[in-house]
Nanobody
Framework: QVQLAESGGGLVQAGDSLRLSCTTS????????MAWFRQTPEKKHEFVAG????????ESAVSVKGRFTISRDNPKNTIYLQMNGLLPEDTAVYYC????????????????????WGQGTQVTVSS
């Protein structure tokens, strides 16, 4: 079972950058597509970005395209979300998630595809 832990959130000003990390303490992310989702009181499990198990393909939400970049370091069992040009509307709890199906060909954007979740890290962007 993949157990995930996010870190790197915080309080920043609009225009600032943050890098979120997600790592595993047990098992491995090798062979699993990984994704970042975010949640606010208004939006639950909003897809942010995803990356294929081999790093060959990324998907990003339109709202973050060009500002956020997802990457992974398989030997370190870690994925990252580099967030640049943060906006107040990016304020949310950010979660990393592991795909339920190993070696899936496509990066899915629906939360139900992912069955392992971290505890979340809060990102707050002030205007």
């Amino acid at each position: 079972q993949v157990q995930l832990a996010e870190s790197g959130g915080g309080l920043v000003q609009a225009g600032d950058s943050l890098r979120l990390s997600c790592t595993t303490s047990v098992d491995s992310i090798i062979g699993r597509n990984m994704a970042w989702f975010r949640q606010t009181p208004e939006k639950k499990h909003e897809f942010v970005a995803g990356i294929k198990w081999n790093g060959s393909r990324n998907e990003s939400a339109v709202s973050v395209k060009g500002r956020f970049t997802i990457s992974r370091d398989n030997p370190k069992n870690t994925i990252y979300l580099q967030m640049n040009g943060l906006l107040p509307e990016d304020t949310a709890v950010y979660y990393c998630a592991a795909d339920s199906l190993p070696w899936r060909a496509a990066v899915e954007t629906t939360a139900s595809t992912y069955d392992r979740w971290g505890q979340g890290t809060q990102v707050t962007v002030s205007s």
